[in-house]
Every structure is written in structure tokens, then in C-alpha cells.
T-cell receptor, first 117, second 110 residues
Framework: NAGVTQTPKFQVLKTGQSMTLQCAQD?????MSWYRQDPGMGLRLIHY???????DQGEVPNGYNVSRSTTEDFPLRLLSAAPSQTSVYFC????????????????FGPGTRLTVL | GQQVMQIPQYQHVQEGEDFTTYCNSS?????IQWYKQRPGGHPVFLIQ?????EVKKQKRLTFQFGEAKKNSSLHITATQTTDVGTYFCAGQYNFNKFYFGSGTKLNVKP
């Protein structure tokens, strides 16, 4: 198993550009999520999904879109990049969540380091 | 809004000393998870606590969940240089959204 994979590892954007961060998992997990990590602030939840076709907002959803067309993939789209979106982005997946009323180990991907100029 | 507070922000210890980090929520959590992140790495799951008053041990690590399910702690006995990293708690209120604490960065001097 590859676990959770993320691409790209590094990205530099100019203000106003759009891009998609890719996330995939091969563990057949229903629950997937996106976090951003800024220095001294821990990880903040952007969006999450409890299964294909089901997504919901986290703490800091503004400026980001997600969709979940398959169990494996959960891409994060930046609509119009801003310097405030400079951060490290982590994708995670877990068994359970939602209607199962249980969430298990969260497996994190290696992260994408994004800089917006 | 819901928030999980974590203290201290930093802890510097001599190898062999003990270490404790604390997490606190103003409202009752459904469960809490603990993670370790090495410099430049990604968070790695350590444990999940679900029951009120639960205590779990992993070798030198002891995890506790308070009776009211509003606080939790991670205690490391006799730290080693391999324990270096940032420790995060992550609380859930409804089994969906995770709220991470800001983390405690542990430095261990040999």
C-alpha cells in the first residue's frame, strides 16, 4: 500500500493563479480531509469528506473548493491564490467518520509546501 | 467556536527527564487523538482516547482523557533524543471535524 499520496511536493504561485492539489489514498477509507499548517498554529481543517459525493466545510474553507467523485481521490482547488494561502497543506484519510459515529487512525500524506507571491 | 488549547508551546528537557503536554477544551469532546510530527515531516498518529477517564500506555508514553472529557494529557517518562518533535492533540466534537491544538515542541538535550 502507498498510503496517502500528495502531489506536488512544492509549488510556487503568483497571486490570482489557480491550482489543484492532488490527494489519493489506497486504503479504501471513507473519511478524507485537508488541513493547512502555519507556524505556531497547529493544523486547521479546510474541508473534509465522509464518502464519495459528500463533502463539508472545516474551520477555514474560504478560498478553497473540494469534490469527491471517487473513494480514492480528494483534490483541493485554490480558486484565486492569495499570499495568505502560503502554507503547508496536508491531506489525511481515516476509516470511519460521519454516520459510522467513529473515526479511527488518521493517516497523513507527506504534504505540499505552497508559496504564493 | 470550538477550540482545543494546548500547553506549553515549547519544552526543553535534559535526556532522562520527564515531559508532559496538556490539552483543554471548553466543551465536551467525543474523543481525542494524539500525534507526533518530526521536523519537516507529517503528523503521525499515536493514539485515540474515547472513554471518560481513559488511560492508555505505549512503552514510556502515558495518555489520559479527563473524567469530563474536556482535557487530556500526554506524559513521556525518561525522555530520549528520539522523542524530539512536536506533539499535537486533536479533539472531535461530533466524530467528523478534528480540532488540533497548537502543539508542544519538545527538544531533548543529550
Amino acid at each position: 500500500n502507498a498510503g496517502v499520496t500528495q502531489t506536488p511536493k512544492f509549488q510556487v504561485l503568483k497571486t490570482g493563479q489557480s491550482m489543484t492539489l492532488q490527494c489519493a489514498q489506497d486504503m479504501n477509507h471513507e473519511y478524507m480531509s485537508w488541513y493547512r499548517q502555519d507556524p505556531g498554529m497547529g493544523l486547521r481543517l479546510i474541508h473534509y469528506s465522509v464518502g464519495a459525493g459528500i463533502t463539508d466545510q472545516g474551520e477555514v474553507p474560504n478560498g478553497y473548493n473540494v469534490s469527491r467523485s471517487t473513494t480514492e481521490d480528494f483534490p483541493l482547488r485554490l480558486l484565486s491564490a492569495a499570499p495568505s494561502q502560503t502554507s503547508v497543506y496536508f491531506c489525511a484519510s481515516s476509516y470511519g467518520g460521519g454516520a459510522l459515529r467513529r473515526t479511527d487512525t488518521q493517516y497523513f500524506g507527506p504534504g505540499t509546501r505552497l508559496t504564493v507571491l | 467556536g470550538q477550540q482545543v488549547m494546548q500547553i506549553p508551546q515549547y519544552q526543553h528537557v535534559q535526556e532522562g527527564e520527564d515531559f508532559t503536554t496538556y490539552c483543554n477544551s471548553s466543551t465536551t469532546l467525543s474523543n481525542i487523538q494524539w500525534y507526533k510530527q518530526r521536523p519537516g515531516g507529517h503528523p503521525v498518529f499515536l493514539i485515540q482516547l474515547v472513554k471518560s477517564g481513559e488511560v492508555k500506555k505505549q512503552k514510556r508514553l502515558t495518555f489520559q482523557f479527563g473524567e469530563a472529557k474536556k482535557n487530556s494529557s500526554l506524559h513521556i517518562t525518561a525522555t530520549q533524543t528520539t522523542d524530539v518533535g512536536t506533539y499535537f492533540c486533536a479533539g472531535q466534537y461530533n466524530f467528523n471535524k478534528f480540532y488540533f491544538g497548537s502543539g508542544t515542541k519538545l527538544n531533548v538535550k543529550p
